[in-house]
């Protein structure tokens, strides 16, 4: 069972201590309505990254004017980022999704307005705290302010990267922030971040808090996309860095576990870092920041709950929850990015063998399930009719269809204990919510990152060593050559559907704009196998919604400018 950790990090904090925003303005004053109560906000700060409100998941939202289960920061973070991308398709027509999937997004797309209010609400709450404790030097509150301001340059990096030129402000004010354009922000965020780096702890006091290694993964991220941002590399930064990560206290996480003489399944180690007990099997030491998730103390339609039930179908293996959504699959690309297509189309099996199959502990995918009362395994010396009577099997279609098998499952997030025999017995405090951690940053990225800054540097011994390390761990064995195309499906390998996709595609080129030579299920409304097609340019950032444009005189003509 989970450690109860509310007095670290509660998500159920005393009294919400900022007004709900409404999407057609900006982010009220929070200090004009209750008392400052320092640890409660302190504990909302952090509560942010996993909670839409204030009183749990059917209640309110921080945001009005939005359905307060997708309003959390990580859903409407992760939506964004994966939704439009070859990772998988969501079949249902959920309001803003339409037009994410198939790249055609404006201002008032209900998902794109939410993540921007939502990311400055989260701003609000952190200048809040900060300038109620300005004037304090006591060492508590000194590392609480700095954790503050960590948490604020999340945010405000987000902007930056999926918003561009945005409204900057370090203190809750009346007035309307003055907008700060995208290399302006970035170098206010690196100066913020390298100190930072000096003032923030060098190991943190839970496991749910930031150190100082958490700043210097979010520079070698800066780094790593500064071209981007501001036109200029800064590659030697990024494995500089990166580096710093590398050989910090947080390491690759390599231990399985296995119960296959006890009849059950062996976990692999990467699989436990989506697991049920992802805060206690050891994965937690990869783990740079995780978000909190219980399935008694933290519940939201935006977390861990999201992320497994939303792939998973009531006919499959138990995932931790029995509440299955059967609305996220895999797209033909995706399974790609570990099988050729002609040779997927006669794979036949599910999650827990199917990385040995495929030869990557990475692969947790799924192609073939029973009616899910007996979970037998599937016999390959057995005639098939047999075997597939009261099973669905999996088409690899790509055509942009409703149907949750036109494509493979994808079974990476797992509520399931890694102790449990079987996934029958995961061992969850609740039934249908997953007690599964959310591992934000983790160390892998800082791998990834060194390889790719090395590779752009010419140095590809360099770039493919970093690159052993996560294959190693993946027990992936197959020779490889480091190229663009080889590094930009790395990237997906290890990172995906953890909401991070879209940075990487637009930061190969790969996403908007002219010489884009990849296509993907729903990319310009096209189907898979369509030539790849000429995106607008517009679509690696997304709009400022009109209302705060209209609101606030400083942010006059940015979509414009944008392409919006």
């Avoid at 999926?162 to 354009?181: I, R, W």
């Avoid at 007990?277 to 783990?287: F, I, K, L, V």
């Avoid at 098998?405 to 919510?433: F, L």
């Avoid at 690696?540 to 209209?550: A, C, G, K, R, T």
Wanted: charged share 25%; with cysteine.
């Amino acid at each position: 069972m989970k450690k109860n950790i509310l007095s670290v990090l509660s998500c159920a904090v005393a009294a919400l201590l900022m007004t709900a925003c409404s999407l057609d303005r900006t982010p009220d004053d929070p200090s004009i309505y209750m008392e400052f109560d320092q640890d409660a906000v302190f504990s909302k700060v952090y509560a942010t990254f996993a909670m839409p409100g204030q009183t749990g998941p059917d209640g309110d939202s921080d945001i009005e004017g939005i359905d307060g289960g997708t309003s959390a920061f990580y859903r409407m973070l992760w939506e964004l980022n994966e939704f439009p991308t070859e990772e998988g398709w969501w079949v249902w027509g959920d309001p803003g999704v339409a037009d994410l999937r198939i790249m055609n997004w404006d201002s008032e797309n209900a998902l794109v307005k939410g993540l921007y209010y939502r990311l400055f609400i989260d701003v609000t709450l952190c200048n809040h705290f900060l300038d109620k404790t300005e004037d304090q030097t006591d060492e508590k509150t000194l590392t609480q302010r700095a954790e503050v301001r960590f948490v604020r340059a999340v945010n405000y990096y987000y902007l930056l990267d999926m918003y561009g030129q945005v409204p900057f402000s370090l203190h809750v004010t009346a007035e309307a922030p003055k907008a700060k354009t995208r290399a302006e922000l970035f170098a206010w965020l690196e100066e913020e971040l390298l100190d930072l780096e000096a003032k923030l702890p060098a190991t943190r006091l839970s496991i749910y808090r930031v150190d100082k290694v958490a700043a210097e993964l979010l520079l070698a991220r800066l780094y790593l996309n500064a071209e981007v941002y501001t036109g200029t590399a800064r590659w030697d930064d990024a494995i500089k860095y990166a580096d710093l990560v590398m050989k910090s206290q947080y390491k690759i996480y390599t231990t399985p576990t296995d119960h296959t003489g006890e009849g059950g399944y062996k976990y692999s180690a990467y699989q436990k870092l989506f697991m049920g007990d992802n805060c206690t099997n050891g994965a937690q030491d990869e783990a740079i920041l995780l978000i909190y998730q219980d399935g008694n103390f933290c519940q939201a339609w935006g977390g861990a709950r999201f992320l497994v039930s939303s792939f998973r179908d009531a006919n499959w293996m138990p995932a931790g929850s029995t509440d299955t959504w059967s609305c996220f699959r895999s797209s033909p690309e995706m399974v790609e990015h570990f099988v050729d297509l002609t040779t997927a189309a006669s794979i036949k099996d599910h999650e827990y063998n199917m990385p040995a199959l495929l030869g990557d502990d990475r692969a947790i995918l799924c192609s073939y399930y029973d009616n899910g009362t007996t979970h037998k395994e599937w016999d390959k010396e057995l005639n098939d009719s047999v075997e597939v009577s009261n099973a669905h099997e999996w088409d690899l279609k790509g055509t942009k269809s409703s149907e949750m098998y036109d494509c493979w499952g994808e079974c990476k997030w797992t509520g399931v204990y890694s102790t449990a025999v079987k996934p029958e017995t995961y061992e969850g405090q609740d039934p249908a919510w997953p007690d599964t951690d959310i591992p934000f940053f983790r160390v892998a990225e800082a791998y990834l990152t060194y390889a790719e800054a090395s590779f752009r540097k010419g140095d590809v011994t360099a770039a493919a060593n970093a690159i052993k390390v996560l294959r190693d761990r993946a027990n992936n064995t197959a020779p490889f050559t480091v190229t663009e195309d080889f590094l930009l499906d790395e990237w997906s390998r290890e990172f995906w559907l953890e909401g991070r996709r879209r940075i990487d595609l637009v930061r190969f080129g790969q996403f908007a704009g002219p010489g884009v030579t990849r296509n993907w299920e729903g990319r310009g409304n096209a189907k898979s196998g369509d030539a790849p097609k000429n995106m607008d340019k517009k679509y690696n950032i997304f709009p400022i919604p009109n209302s705060d444009v209209i609101a606030n005189p400083n942010l006059a003509g940015i979509n414009d400018a944008n392409g919006y």
